[in-house]
């Protein structure tokens, strides 16, 4: 075999004895899982925003970060629900770079996985604690999810995974909503057969188990663009877009039809102002169109401290090392503005 063991690391089960919650954490926990699924239901009509840094590089202006959501979400409780958009892995194409907290916890240092996995624990262990919120991360690599299961509120399959069978069956095992992206090409018959998937129940191998799963209803689509043959980035967030989603959503027979708008990566074609015309487009549509804006459960937007990007060692607090992100002021001005156009 053409790889080296370099070690065995703990199980879940030992890191979250290592690094419990408390009953206060779980009960915090429940009742936003609680208020998060009456969104996908149809029992609240509160808006959700999943909403951060491309990829969460550094536990320091992560909080921060999070620490300044906590203000603005005490302010628009009554028509907005935040999810902190905490990435801890990053998906790349190739392979190649920077894949994120769990591989390096200090991005300018060699891969430490042990490090990794504690130090992405206690990072959203701190965003509950200290700030109240349960976040958002992505299942890039299923067997990883139980490290942090107990802390979760919302679970993200990418554009290159929705086909795989192994995170359609390991989402159908979650008790959180789950939005699945379409795929990078653009074809919404492979996001929907996953949904389809992630909402059937499976027996299925699992961390060495065998595995029976329940089916995740609240598992929905994601709508983040596509890219052509030739490479150009195509948005599909557009009325038209949402009016024939609605259609073929529940004519599919799938529960809790629901969509969350990513307003960034093919949608904006990476150009990350774009996301402030792209929500405001959203919300206008929702608002004249009534089957859409049973649809549209949310937005997907990334946001930090700083505007723009930055490479590894440039150090600048809170600027993103991987994707441009809105900076703070044009962050919480959007935010402010969603809820008045709710």
């Not at 949608?267 to 004249?288: C, F, H, T």
């Amino acid at each position: 075999m053409n790889m080296e063991f370099i070690r065995k690391l703990p199980i879940p089960m030992d890191i979250k004895r290592d690094f419990p919650i408390t009953k206060q954490m779980e009960n915090v926990r429940l009742k936003r899982d609680a208020e998060i699924k009456k969104v996908f239901t149809g029992e609240s009509e509160k808006f959700l925003l999943v909403i951060g840094p491309c990829s969460a590089d550094s536990r320091d202006p992560v909080l921060e970060y999070i620490s300044r959501l906590r203000k603005v979400q005490d302010n628009v409780k009554d028509k907005i629900i935040i999810i902190p958009r905490v990435y801890t892995n990053k998906p790349r194409t190739t392979g190649e770079g920077y894949k994120g907290m769990l591989h390096q916890p200090d991005p300018e240092q060699s891969s430490d996985m042990l490090k990794g996995i504690i130090a992405i624990r206690e990072l959203h262990m701190s965003a509950l604690k200290d700030y109240g919120f349960t976040c958002a991360d992505e299942m890039l690599y299923p067997d990883n999810h139980r490290y942090l299961s107990d802390l979760l509120a919302y679970v993200a399959i990418g554009a290159r995974s929705v086909e795989d069978q192994q995170h359609r069956l390991a989402a159908s095992g979650l008790n959180v909503p789950v939005g699945m992206k379409n795929p990078t090409e653009g074809d919404l018959t492979i996001m929907l057969n996953g949904i389809r998937a992630a909402q059937h129940p499976h027996t299925f191998i699992y961390r060495g188990w065998e595995v029976k799963s329940k089916g995740n209803r609240f598992a929905h689509a994601v709508l983040r663009g596509y890219t052509d043959y030739s490479g150009n980035a195509l948005p599909n967030y557009h009325y038209e877009n949402l009016q024939s989603l609605y259609g073929v959503y529940y004519e599919s027979g799938l529960e809790n039809p629901a969509v969350i708008v990513d307003t960034n990566h093919s949608n904006s074609g990476k150009m990350y102002l774009e996301q402030i015309r792209i929500a405001k487009d959203v919300m206008y549509s929702r608002k004249v169109n009534a089957d859409i804006r049973t649809l549209v459960k949310g937005l997907m937007i990334e946001s930090y401290l700083e505007d723009g990007a930055q490479k590894i060692g440039e150090n600048v607090f809170g600027k993103s090392i991987t994707d441009p992100c809105l900076g703070w002021e044009k962050t919480e001005k959007l935010i402010y503005q969603i809820a008045d156009d709710l």
